[in-house]
């Protein structure tokens, strides 16, 4: 009897034991675990999610140039020949101010058929207004009373013709010799007159005026670039002229025709130059 009780007392024994040694075993995996996650989270870092465009940077070649609508190209409107010039390239000159001296006859034929028109035109007024009251009194039809007042206009617009031809010179300096003065504030970037020179209204311009308080880059887009580039962008402008300096610009214009010779579209960016570099 007392070898049955112990053959029943052994299983009993192995089987209070067995449950105790399996948690000890899920105890120590858990606490491994824990260590594990908590040296893991130690080196986690988060950052709040944002929405933004993508940055693409990608260099471009370009040239500079000034901004057509502040650049005024003067080309003499009547031949003659320049008795000297006041300016040189690259100076700035202001609205007004004398550039160069021109000998032309034609000049003086401008003159005199300007005061001509001025006496004319004074003529044309006086019997506008002589007519106005003779057609008040019933002396003059509707008819004559029109043809004086359309003197009077035509008149008035060969004198404004002119004064306009006449604008950008002085008054006669004697010889048939005037003076052309400045149409515009701004720099001289060309320069192709010197005394003596012979100009005409057909030939090149004798020189040009810039405004350079902004300027345009002309930037080339080649074909791989195409998806990048977008007018409304902003763009960094860099010169091997001034090392380590950016200059703020935007792309206000994209060609949609490449061009034949460098085989790209061309981006303009407009670039604001207040310091005139």
């Given at each position: 009897?007392?070898?049955?009780?112990?053959?029943?007392?052994?299983?009993?024994?192995?089987?209070?034991?067995?449950?105790?040694?399996?948690?000890?075993?899920?105890?120590?995996t858990t606490s491994?675990?824990?260590?594990?996650?908590?040296?893991?989270?130690?080196?986690?870092?988060?950052?709040?999610?944002?929405?933004?465009?993508?940055?693409?940077?990608?260099?471009?070649?370009?040239?500079?140039?000034?901004?057509?609508?502040?650049?005024?190209?003067?080309?003499?409107?009547?031949?003659?020949?320049?008795?000297?010039?006041?300016?040189?390239?690259?100076?700035?000159?202001?609205?007004?101010?004398?550039?160069?001296?021109?000998?032309?006859?034609?000049?003086?034929?401008?003159?005199?058929?300007?005061?001509?028109?001025?006496?004319?035109?004074?003529?044309?007024?006086?019997?506008?207004?002589?007519?106005?009251?003779?057609?008040?009194?019933?002396?003059?039809?509707?008819?004559?009373?029109?043809?004086?007042?359309?003197?009077?206009?035509?008149a008035e617009a060969?004198?404004?013709?002119?004064?306009?031809?006449?604008?950008?010179?002085?008054?006669?300096?004697?010889?048939?010799?005037?003076?052309?003065?400045?149409?515009?504030?701004?720099?001289?970037?060309?320069?192709?007159?010197?005394?003596?020179?012979?100009?005409?209204?057909?030939?090149?311009?004798?020189?040009?005026?810039?405004?350079?308080?902004?300027?345009?880059?002309?930037?080339?887009?080649?074909?791989?670039?195409?998806?990048?580039?977008?007018?409304?962008?902003?763009?960094?402008?860099?010169?091997?002229?001034?090392?380590?300096?950016?200059?703020?610009?935007?792309?206000?214009?994209?060609?949609?025709?490449?061009?034949?010779?460098?085989?790209?579209?061309?981006?303009?960016?407009?670039?604001?130059?207040?310091?005139?570099?």
């Amino acid at each position: 009897m007392i070898q049955k009780q112990f053959l029943f007392l052994i299983p009993a024994f192995c089987l209070y034991l067995l449950p105790a040694c399996s948690e000890n075993k899920e105890r120590t995996t858990t606490s491994e675990e824990n260590k594990i996650n908590q040296q893991f989270l130690k080196n986690i870092k988060t950052i709040e999610v944002v929405k933004a465009d993508q940055e693409t940077e990608m260099t471009l070649t370009r040239k500079v140039i000034s901004d057509p609508e502040k650049t005024i190209a003067y080309i003499p409107l009547v031949s003659g020949i320049i008795e000297r010039t006041y300016f040189s390239l690259g100076n700035k000159v202001n609205k007004g101010q004398r550039l160069m001296d021109i000998r032309s006859t034609e000049l003086n034929s401008l003159q005199a058929e300007l005061i001509s028109t001025e006496s004319e035109l004074a003529v044309a007024r006086r019997e506008w207004q002589t007519a106005q009251s003779m057609h008040k009194d019933g002396m003059l039809s509707e008819r004559e009373l029109l043809e004086a007042e359309a003197q009077v206009k035509q008149a008035e617009a060969m004198l404004a013709k002119l004064t306009a031809d006449l604008s950008v010179f002085s008054s006669n300096k004697g010889n048939g010799t005037f003076s052309v003065t400045n149409p515009a504030s701004g720099y001289i970037i060309t320069k192709d007159v010197t005394s003596g020179t012979t100009v005409s209204a057909e030939g090149e311009p004798a020189f040009t005026i810039a405004d350079l308080s902004s300027v345009w880059i002309i930037a080339n887009v080649y074909a791989s670039n195409l998806s990048f580039v977008r007018e409304g962008m902003d763009a960094v402008i860099t010169t091997l002229s001034y090392p380590g300096e950016q200059f703020p610009g935007k792309i206000t214009a994209l060609s949609q025709v490449f061009d034949p010779e460098d085989k790209a579209l061309k981006a303009r960016i407009a670039m604001p130059n207040p310091e005139l570099n």
